[in-house]
C-alpha cells in the first residue's frame, strides 16, 4: 500500500511536469494528439523507474505484486496522459488566441506539490502538498481506503499556508484513486475547513506533542493492519 501510493502520486506528479514543460516549449501551444504522441510511448518506461525508487523507500515487493503495481501505474499514467491531452484541445479550442500560459491555467492544476514551512503552526518545515489552486482550496490524493482522519491532513496543510502565506484556506478535497480492471476510478471528498476542523487538528496535535515530550507510549490501536510497515516490530516484541 505504501509503495502504491508513493508510485500514484510521483505518476500524477510526472504527467503534470511534462505536459506544462511540453506547453511552455511551444507558446502558441501544444495540440493534444502531440501531446498523447509523445508521452503515451515513454509508459512503460517513466513507470518502471517510478517503481524503483518507490521500492527504494518502502521495500522490494513480490514479483507478482510488482507485477500488479506496475499494470495499475501504467494505467494510471495512460489516463492522466489521455485526460491532459483532451484538457488541453478543449482550452485550445475556446480560447484560440490564448498563450501557453493561459492555456495551462486553464487546463492544468496550477500547482502541485507545493512546499510550506508548516513550523509556524507546530508541523514540519517542509510539508508537501499534493495540489493547491488559487481558489483558496487544498486538494490532497490518497490511494487508499477512506478513513475518518484523512480531513484533518488537509486542515493541517491549509493551517500551515494561511501561516506562511496569509490568506485564508477555507475549502479541502480528497482525491482518492484506484486503478480497478484497467481503470482509474475516482471518488471526491469536499468540505469545509471550519472552526471546528481547525480546533480538532489542533488538539490532536498538541496531544501528540505531550506523547513525545513525556515519552509515553501511545499504545496500540485496537486492530494491526497487515500492511503496516511496523507490523513485524509490534508482532515480534509482544513474541
Known amino acids: 500500500k505504501m509503495t502504491r501510493g508513493i508510485a500514484f502520486h510521483e505518476v500524477c506528479s510526472r504527467v503534470v511536469h511534462e505536459v506544462k514543460r511540453m506547453l511552455f ?3 502558441s501551444g501544444v495540440p ?3 501531446i498523447i504522441d509523445r508521452l ?3 509508459g512503460e518506461m517513466v513507470v518502471e523507474g517510478i517503481l524503483l525508487r518507490a521500492e527504494e523507500r518502502t521495500a522490494r515487493l513480490s514479483p507478482r505484486d510488482e507485477e500488479t503495481l506496475k499494470r495499475e501505474t501504467l494505467a494510471l499514467y495512460r489516463f492522466l496522459v489521455i485526460q491532459a491531452a483532451a484538457k488541453v484541445d478543449q482550452a485550445l479550442s475556446k480560447y484560440p488566441h490564448a498563450t501557453a500560459d493561459s492555456i495551462m491555467n486553464v487546463a492544468i492544476p496550477p500547482i502541485i506539490e507545493r512546499r510550506v514551512d508548516g513550523s509556524l503552526v507546530g508541523l514540519s518545515r517542509e510539508l508537501s502538498v499534493d495540489i493547491y489552486t488559487p481558489y483558496n482550496a487544498v486538494a490532497d490524493l490518497k490511494t487508499g481506503e477512506v478513513r475518518d482522519f484523512h480531513p484533518y491532513t488537509v486542515t493541517g496543510y491549509a493551517l500551515a499556508l494561511e501561516a506562511e502565506d496569509g490568506i485564508p484556506i477555507n475549502y479541502g478535497i480528497i482525491t482518492y484513486v484506484k486503478v480497478v480492471r484497467g481503470v482509474p476510478r475516482f471518488k471526491i471528498r469536499c468540505f469545509l475547513v471550519g472552526n ?5 487538528f489542533l488538539e490532536l496535535r498538541d496531544e501528540a506533542y505531550t506523547l513525545l515530550e513525556v515519552g509515553r507510549d501511545p499504545g496500540k490501536p ?5 500492511y503496516c510497515p511496523y507490523y513485524k516490530v509490534c508482532i ?3 513474541g
Open 25 to 27: 516549449e511551444e507558446p
Open 32 to 34: 493534444g494528439y502531440i
Open 40 to 42: 503515451l510511448p515513454q
Open 196 to 200: 471546528e476542523l481547525r480546533r480538532e
Open 222 to 226: 485496537p486492530r494491526c493492519p497487515g
Open 236 to 238: 515480534g516484541e509482544l
